[in-house]
T-cell receptor, first 116, second 110 residues
Framework: GAGVSQSPSNKVTEKGKDVELRCDPI?????LYWYRQSLGQGLEFLIY????????KSGLPSDRFSAERTGGSVSTLTIQRTQQEDSAVYLC??????????????FGSGTRLTVV | DAKTTQPPSMDCAEGRAANLPCNHS???????VYWYRQIHSQGPQYIIH???NNETNEMASLIITEDRKSSTLILPHATLRDTAVYYC???????????FGKGTLLTVNP
């Protein structure tokens, strides 16, 4: 597609349940990022995938969070045993790497997660 | 932690130029200045970037001071749709992380 696609756009889940958030990056973009934005807060880096390299998971807040990227394209962010503090907008972005990375990242519209 | 300082908010009249300042006094020689904006309920959108020369594209102009310690993003004819939070980010070209600060909330008034 023309942009980064995220699904679902909204998700309400009960505390303790697991959720999966999906990101379809721009075709050909080898780098993929997950960020989250809590209400009224800035963007917080979560994880970075680049090609076949080991992902940078340094931003994941706890071991309840995990992410994978299959076939170098679609990525899934999984949150296990959700807590109320996990409520946030989860944003995915993709980019080209190398000289063309100067053109910046393209973000999706995000998934608004509400844990009740 | 963000390496930039921006005013928390600014106002601009519709049709006038919006000049958004950013201080980055600790910028190193090979770090770029990037600008993104985030319109309410949307993901951030790339606007422009530069190293030391002034840059212009269809969205905005970026003016970087000679000592590179500050820059200004210029929206030449602001519209109501330009109301957003504008983020100034300093980053090495090969650094894949974007570290967002709190940005400047620009409100364009009719």
């Amino acid at each position: 597609g023309a942009g980064v696609s995220q699904s679902p756009s909204n998700k309400v889940t009960e505390k303790g349940k697991d959720v999966e958030l999906r990101c379809d990056p721009i075709s050909g973009h080898t780098a993929l990022y997950w960020y989250r934005q809590s209400l009224g807060q800035g963007l917080e880096f979560l994880i970075y995938f680049q090609g076949n390299s080991a992902p940078d998971k340094s931003g994941l807040p706890s071991d309840r969070f995990s992410a994978e990227r299959t076939g170098g394209s679609v990525s899934t962010l999984t949150i296990q045993r959700t807590q109320q503090e996990d409520s946030a907008v989860y944003l995915c972005a993709s980019s080209l790497v190398g000289a063309l990375a100067n053109y910046g990242y393209t973000f999706g519209s995000g998934t608004r997660l509400t844990v009740v | 932690d963000a390496k930039t300082t921006q005013p928390p908010s600014m106002d601009c009249a519709e049709g006038r130029a919006a000049n958004l300042p950013c201080n980055h006094s600790t910028i190193s020689g090979n770090e770029y200045v990037y600008w993104y904006r985030q319109i309410h309920s949307q993901g951030p959108q790339y606007i422009i970037h530069g190293l030391k020369n002034n840059e212009t594209n269809e969205m905005a102009s970026l003016i970087i001071t000679e000592d590179r310690k500050s820059s200004t993003l210029i929206l030449p004819h602001a519209t109501l749709r330009d109301t957003a939070v504008y983020y100034c980010i300093v980053r090495l070209r090969e650094d894949y992380k974007l570290t967002f600060g709190k940005g400047t909330l620009l409100t364009v008034n009719p």
